[in-house]
T-cell receptor, first 113, second 114 residues
Framework: QQQVKQSPQSLIVQKGGISIINCAYE??????FPWYQQFPGKGPALLIA?????SEKKEGRFTISFNKSAKQFSLHIMDSQPGDSATYFC????????????FGTGTKLQVIP | DTGVSQDPRHKITKRGQNVTFRCDPI?????LYWYRQTLGQGPEFLTY????????KSRLLSDRFSAERPKGSFSTLEIQRTEQGDSAMYLC????????????FGPGTRLTVT
């Protein structure tokens, strides 16, 4: 059962443009939503995270928007750069208990000059 | 370097052989997780340790898989009688209880079963 759905599967953006990745979750017990960035051959690296009591969180060029009623959240990468080319995973976890992370299927982002 | 480390980075083995992977978490982290990632997919949870106790195992972890964390520091993941379907990236992550549930991942061990 896929509990976190992610789209699009792949994305091509021009340098300087805005990259937008969308996710939706089903389990209302989730209360912490991290985004991970993964380069080929590397492990996922934590990028930014949000709790559902906040509608937006911004760190540098990365912004998470969160819609609790719709159970949806998205990552916006402003002024996208070629170095941002990677696979991005949205994820969800429950901060109580074992905190295992449930990942989306990933979005492969390519930023072209 | 105080990040999560994993060894080996790559392992090629023949079907039916046993393999063992090691994970060294961030030193002060008491929680340790193993995930498996196949090509084009997100990581999937396998098992979780809090200190030396293994507290949860996914149904993905068949009886050919065993994990240990004997002194609450490093952990090992062993796969017995490997099958071609075991080919994947095995990722280890760690976190600190009582903080935000942020997990920090190691570089992974890429297993290829021929």
């Amino acid at each position: 059962q896929q509990q976190v759905k992610q789209s699009p599967q792949s994305l091509i953006v021009q340098k300087g443009g805005i990259s937008i990745i969308n996710c939706a979750y089903e389990n209302t017990a989730f209360d912490y939503f991290p985004w991970y960035q993964q380069f080929p051959g590397k492990g996922p690296a934590l990028l930014i995270a949000i709790r559902p009591d906040v509608s937006e969180k911004k760190e540098g060029r990365f912004t998470i928007s969160f819609n609790k009623s719709a159970k949806q959240f998205s990552l916006h990468i402003m002024d996208s750069q070629p170095g941002d080319s990677a696979t991005y995973f949205c994820a969800a976890t429950h901060s109580g208990g074992y905190q295992k992370v449930t990942f989306g299927t990933g979005t492969k982002l390519q930023v072209i000059p | 370097d105080t990040g999560v480390s994993q060894d080996p980075r790559h392992k090629i083995t023949k079907r039916g052989q046993n393999v063992t992977f090691r994970c060294d978490p961030i030193s002060e982290h008491n929680r340790l997780y193993w995930y498996r990632q196949t090509l084009g997919q997100g990581p999937e949870f396998l098992t979780y340790f809090q200190n030396e106790a293994q507290l949860e195992k996914s149904r993905l972890l068949s009886d050919r898989f065993s994990a240990e964390r004997p002194k609450g520091s490093f952990s090992t993941l062993e796969i017995q009688r490997t099958e071609q379907g075991d080919s994947a990236m095995y990722l280890c992550a760690s976190s600190l209880q009582g903080r935000e549930p942020e997990q920090y991942f190691g570089p992974g061990t890429r297993l290829t079963v021929t």
